[in-house]
């Protein structure tokens, strides 16, 4: 029944390394986002897409990047991480258009932590 | 920018009560409202959403009220349960598109 994966739970890297967190919906969701949540500060938007190979910035794209050449899958990129991008990421998935059921969809997110 | 909060950040309630959790937004053009729970460990998963022409939408043991004039939203548990423990976002949306969730409310049941 799951319908937003996230290819990890849990991750552990080194301080430099390029990181990949994989996502995939099987909804045929139009909208994708990444979400980092910390304590206190709640989630804050990363990017996101509502099309293949299309992707905005969100509130902080800084450190990230994205890349969605498939509809089911929005892979985020830490180019060189840091121990300041030791956090939860969350994947969401929605519709593209108005209405009841058109709320995002989660993934089970994955905590990264860079030593 | 837009700006969704909670009232309180910690509400403990005994098992079997109901609990009320509260929210505050500042978008006056915000159209559709949710509220997600989060359990340790995991995503957020829907519970309920509301749109901005109903005040009231109940669901199976929640109900989520909305008043548009003082720009406040909250959701009602009905008769809590240990697995009621989680953490409470609320989230609106005035274009659908994106959503603005608010730094979360943790729900602690006592047995």
């Known amino acids: 029944d799951v319908k937003v994966t996230q290819s990890s739970r849990y991750l552990v890297k080194r301080t430099g390394e390029k990181v990949f967190l994989e996502c995939v919906q099987d909804?045929?969701?139009?909208?994708m986002f990444w979400y980092r949540q910390d304590p206190g500060l709640g989630l804050r938007l990363i990017y996101f897409?509502?099309?293949?190979?299309?992707?905005e910035k969100g509130d902080i794209p800084e450190g990230y990047s994205v890349s969605r050449e498939k509809k089911e899958r929005f892979s985020l990129i830490l180019e060189s991480a840091s121990t300041n991008q030791t956090s939860m990421y969350l994947c969401?998935?929605?519709?593209?258009?108005?209405?009841?059921?058109?709320?995002?969809?989660f993934g089970s997110g994955t905590r990264l932590t860079v030593v | 920018g837009e700006s969704v909060g909670l009232h309180l950040p910690t509400l403990s309630v005994q098992e079997g009560d109901n609990s009320i959790i509260n929210c505050a937004y500042s978008?006056?053009?915000?159209?559709?409202f949710i509220w997600y729970k989060q359990e340790s460990g995991k995503g957020p998963q829907f519970i309920i959403d509301?749109?901005?022409?109903?005040d009231k939408r109940q669901g199976q043991r929640v109900t989520v009220l909305l008043n548009k004039t003082v720009k406040h939203l909250s959701l009602q548990i009905a008769a809590t349960q240990p697995g009621d423990s989680a953490v409470y976002f609320c989230?609106?949306?005035?274009?659908?598109?994106?959503?603005?969730f608010g730094s979360g409310t943790k729900l602690n049941v006592k047995p």
């Open positions: 969401a998935s929605s519709l593209s258009g108005s209405g009841d059921g058109y709320g995002y969809t």
């Open positions: 897409s509502y099309d293949v190979k299309m992707k």
């Open positions: 909804m045929d969701h139009e909208n």
């Open positions: 989230a609106e949306t005035p274009n659908f598109n994106k959503f603005y």
């Open positions: 509301i749109r901005s022409n109903m």
């Open positions: 978008n006056s053009a915000s159209d559709y």
